[in-house]
């Protein structure tokens, strides 16, 4: 173990506060997920367009009951926009929620932003009456409020966790965003099929209103706050947080972070691992369609695949990140770089794998599982690296690095779309080596430049500021 950083008396995992609320988290973000990802599954449904070898929009759908399953003539273009509209929301977000998060309730922020977006997919089925600009807005506003919550939900282990176990339970906490994609398109495709594709929408945002309702009940920000908290776990957390904390609310030196080499790198990182997450996730049921021309039922059963596989490889990134450090195996900048060398070149690897020695049913599929999963080591590296080099700053800068992210999720899935809709011969082959580019030219930079310790001008001492 590492000096002077974890107390003697350490209190057991699942049984705490701390880690309930990981899990509590875990369901916020597969809640967001599920909403945010469940139209990629129900636009096989929404749109006029079942012909096996082609991706337009133009061919005739089997007669089906209009009113429980409206059927829309949207071009593939626009399914593109409205696939990726959400992040627009999400990227406008991501700077103001985190700086907003060291000033205003967490419980009041994250509560709120998971209440009204899943009220704003409530509306999505309504809105699709109206015409897809009016879908397109809808999820800008949703995207809006998913940003802020996943932004401010992490800010809650600069008080809740422990040095030596903060991958563990951010990786635990941030898994549901990984789990949400596997939830929702193993039950969509049921839904859609026995109640209609409208139904998919309401039972998520009715979800996800009940468990804004449970957060505001359940959450506290601080342990010493907390009314049901062991007094031995109290002392755990609060002393070994007590090196980290700062006493004061400190200027964010501007010049200096802008002139961060490690920052950089972790943003370009971010910008290759969103872009491969967000493609991998919302056009999933699409290239297994393309692939298999199976119907939709079947189709999210086997798209839920690759993100099961995900979830659990999250949970022992996360396991494995923590053991390495608390036993001294392997140095903070090590286990960051090993992990992210992990999360970003394996899934290249096995999307070139999945292009040219998947000729088969099995072969594909397990390759689309390996490329989906292996990404998920990133969550014990560049996922968590920003809290190793200014945890001062954490809220503002997981923002600034989380836009960047973003901004690679929104090309990725705008721009699949437009390849799509204008390449009827190889379009996958350019969408995944696109990918593979993105992750290899990013994973070069980090292991040049990345750093794992706290950067002088994030340091208590600084006092030089813009």
């Known amino acids: 173990m590492m000096d002077n950083q974890v107390p003697p008396r350490k209190v057991p995992n699942f049984c705490s506060i701390r880690y309930g609320i990981a899990l509590l988290l875990l369901l916020c973000n597969v809640i967001v997920m599920s909403q945010r990802v469940c139209m990629s599954l129900t636009m096989i449904a929404m749109v006029n367009s079942t012909e096996p070898h082609r991706l337009s929009n133009t061919s005739t759908k089997e007669p089906q009951d209009n009113i429980k399953n409206p059927v829309y003539n949207w071009s593939t273009e626009i399914q593109g926009i409205m696939l990726s509209s959400i992040f627009y929301g999400i990227l406008i977000s991501q700077i103001p929620a985190g700086y907003l998060s060291g000033i205003y309730s967490l419980k009041k922020m994250v509560g709120s932003a998971l209440l009204l977006s899943s009220l704003f997919t409530l509306l999505i089925p309504l809105a699709a009456e109206f015409g897809e600009a009016l879908v397109i807005i809808c999820r800008v506003i949703q995207g809006l409020f998913q940003g802020i919550a996943l932004t401010t939900q992490q800010v809650v282990w600069i008080k809740w966790a422990p040095p030596l176990e903060q991958v563990r339970l951010t990786s635990l906490s941030l898994s549901g965003l990984l789990l949400g994609p596997c939830v929702v398109l193993l039950i969509t ?83 290759a691992f969103f872009w491969a997450n967000s493609f991998l996730s919302l056009y999933t049921p699409m290239f297994i369609n393309s692939k298999f021309h199976i119907n939709v039922k079947e189709n999210g059963l086997l798209s839920s695949l690759p993100h099961l596989f995900a979830w659990i490889f999250a949970i022992l990134a996360g396991h494995m990140a923590d053991v390495f450090l608390s036993r001294n195996i392997l140095s903070l900048l090590t286990i960051r770089k090993l992990f992210t060398l992990l999360g970003l070149l394996l899934p290249a690897l096995f999307s070139l794998c999945l292009l040219y020695l998947s000729s088969s049913f099995h072969g594909t599929m397990i390759f689309l599982i390996l490329a989906n999963a292996t990404g998920s080591f990133c969550m014990g590296g560049i996922l968590i690296n920003v809290l190793d080099i200014a945890p001062r700053y954490y809220g503002f800068l997981k923002g600034f690095t989380n836009v960047i992210g973003l901004t690679g999720g929104l090309v990725a899935s705008t721009v699949t779309g437009v390849i799509l809709s204008q390449d009827q011969d190889s379009p996958w082959l350019k969408i995944f080596f696109m990918m593979v580019a993105n992750n290899v030219i990013s994973l070069i930079f980090y292991l040049i430049f990345a750093k794992a310790e706290i950067q002088d001008w994030a340091k208590e001492t600084q006092n030089t500021y813009l």
């Open 189 to 271: 495709g049921f839904i859609c099929d026995s109640l209609g594709w409208p139904m998919v929408f309401y039972i998520f945002g009715a979800c996800g209103c009940a468990l804004s309702l449970l957060w505001f009940v359940l959450f506290y920000e601080d342990p010493k706050d907390h009314p049901c908290i062991s007094k031995s776990e109290k002392e755990y957390i609060t002393s070994a947080l007590a090196q980290q904390v700062s006493s004061s609310a400190p200027s964010l030196p501007i010049k200096a972070v802008l002139k961060s080499p490690p920052l950089w790198v972790i943003s370009l990182c971010n910008f």
